[in-house]
């Protein structure tokens, strides 16, 4: 403190020898009071420590709004809380009663939800912020305008002329840039456990809000991107007054680089100039996302160290970004540990992976599938939550999300874990040819698994009996949905209820993925009445005036190959009575894929009554089209009256936005 004091004292010409008394400022450097050098320099040091201060006021408005609104969301949830699935007792179930209860509870909720999904729901801008919702934009939006006007507001703009002691025909331009570039600074020490908060998969706010913690990486991302723009304004600032409005130069400037503080700083904006460049898309796909992450980690929490050495004084700021940064990892170890801390061979307790069975799915020209299955002790997870897996037998410097395709069930204490993902490059590419290499060699083969989860929230808590479900998946992202499906065949009819899956796949022989679930849910289709439509994008239909019905026997033969019966499917683009409808609506070398326009309205349309929720998880062009399409079904005028086919809430997977 000493030490920062006398730099101070130095470039703000503070006489703290001839000073009665220490003035105490949060955040700054004490103030020798009174002043005694000239009256230019003592209304220049009014001007900088009235302006600090008011910028450690702005910082803790900006705070308390934070935490006022994170208050009156929390206290909303329980004022105004979301119907829950488990609160309808079982059995025989009436929808339209129940319709009726939740409608006289919940009207103004559902009516505001509709309005918000209606206007904020779709794409904003995507160009630039990407595939986020115009909701996100705006948050954003609200936050860089509070802070773009405090960064200008309470400074008085004025030049002050001093002399410099001991060097005649020679003085400093004392401007407001110094203490403007202060207030930036300020800003971005005072954002920084909020971006760290922001990105934490342990989420405090997902606690407080119950939204999973992938929803707040948009505003992440872009809170960094403001903290470099003020980091380098800062930086910019004070060099223009170091170096060219103090006199005399160079010396003054020789000497203000070369203090402690100064090098810190020039440290701490090369890193944050480096956390940019690696978190952009660009430098992603340069360094692979796996070097982004793990070098993300490291170098936030040394940016902060050199922050927290470059102005010690904002310590504040600095030590809850360490903290929720430390209690984040620490959190991700321990449930790690505890879900692999088991019974080992001889009898001791000890960590012990999980080993999954593999199967495997050839596929040259878009990408192998891998199949794993494994039961592991543990507690069950909730429905839409995911875990993030490590292949030990590749590297243990790397995890990946993924979603468990199956229900949660325990069975004699274990509870199985199904999931898919398709090989692309880097680990999961890895992973599948080791599948390929252990299976050529046996009938069966495992790999070691180290789980760390669960994560995300619960996606099903709000399915009353009333509402309808439309699930669309593109590929592998029918695991996100695929558990919700599966739930619904277990639970009791619902009269008047409107269930179906929407699942467009390359190849009719990806079906195979899930055969054994898609199975269970043909089996419980005529009781719940699924309707399962299944597109192949890449493959055209055998059916035409021209071709014989040979032809036909010879795609229901493929048809059974996949395993699915042949009685329950329609190749043919033909829809049949059945459960399940397979559709070749593509072409060799191109896709085609379905009208989610139509589906999705036609969908809304035929409901009996009741709300509407659509799952999705798939490619980010069908998470933008779904937000449009499913932002025109709401209306929250009609909701209000009454209507409430006209509330269609997404459910979608969002972990990836690039």
Known sequence: MATMENHLAARHIQNFSEAASLEKHWGYVDRAVPCTNDAGSCAYLDQVYGSHDLSMVYSGILWAIIGGLLLLWTIARRVFPSPRADEVPSGAVDAERAAKTISRRSRVRMTAESLIRRYLLPDSVRSIFGRTTRLQVLILAVLAAYLL????????????????????????????????????????????????????????????????????????????????????LHTIGWTIVEVKLYQPQPKVAQEWIVQLYIIWGVVAQILVLLLFALSTPWGIRLTGYEFFRKSHYVLAMVYIGACWGHWVNLQCFMIPGLAIWALDRGIRLLRTALIHYQYLPDGSMGFKAAHASLTHF???????????????????????????????????????????????????????????????KGETKKVAALAEKKLSAAPSATTPLILSGCYGESTVDHLTPDVNILCVAGG???????????????????????????????????????????????????????????????????????????????????????????????????????????????????????????????????????????????????????????????????????????????VCDDRLEW
């Open 362 to 424: 050839p596929d040259s020209e878009h990408g192998d599938v891998v199949r794993m299955d494994f039961k592991h002790p543990q507690d069950p997870w909730k429905v839409g939550q995911h875990f993030y897996l490590c292949f030990a037998e590749s590297s243990v410097w790397q995890s990946h999300p993924f979603t468990p395709l199956n229900l949660p069930k325990v069975q004699d204490g274990l509870v199985s874990h199904s999931y898919i993902f398709r090989a692309k």
């Open 149 to 232: 006007i405090f960064s200008f507001t309470g400074i008085v703009y004025q030049t002050w002329i001093t002399p410099i002691k001991n060097s005649p025909g020679l003085h400093n331009t004392r401007t407001s840039l110094g203490p403007w570039s202060d207030r930036v600074g300020v800003l971005a020490y005072a954002l920084t456990p909020l971006s760290v908060m922001l990105s934490s998969r342990e989420s405090i706010l997902s606690l407080l809000t119950g939204l999973p913690y992938q929803s707040f990486n948009f505003l992440h991302r872009w809170l960094g991107y403001i903290i470099v723009v003020q980091a380098s």
């Open 476 to 650: 592998t992202g029918i695991t996100y949905v695929l558990p919700v499906l599966l739930g619904l065949a277990e639970q009791p009819v619902v009269k008047d209820r409107k269930i179906q899956l929407v699942w467009a796949i390359r190849k009719k022989d990806d079906t195979r993925w899930i055969e054994k679930e898609l199975n269970t849910i043909r089996k419980a289709a005529k009781a719940h009445k699924i309707q399962v439509h299944i597109y192949v994008t890449r493959e055209a239909s055998s059916k035409s005036p021209s071709i014989s019905d040979d032809m036909s026997e010879k795609d229901d033969m493929a048809v059974k190959e996949a395993r699915l019966p042949s009685s329950a499917v329609s190749v043919n683009g033909v829809r049949s009575e059945s459960s399940i409808d397979v559709q070749k609506i593509g072409g060799q070398g191109f896709d085609r894929h379905p009208d989610l326009d139509k589906l999705i309205q036609e969908f809304v349309e035929g409901t009996v009554r009741g709300s509407t929720t659509v799952y999705a998880s798939g490619p980010g062009s069908m998470i933008s089209d779904l937000r449009r399409i499913i932002a025109s079904c709401n209306s929250g005028t009609k909701v209000w009256q009454g209507n409430e086919r006209y509330d269609v809430r997404l």
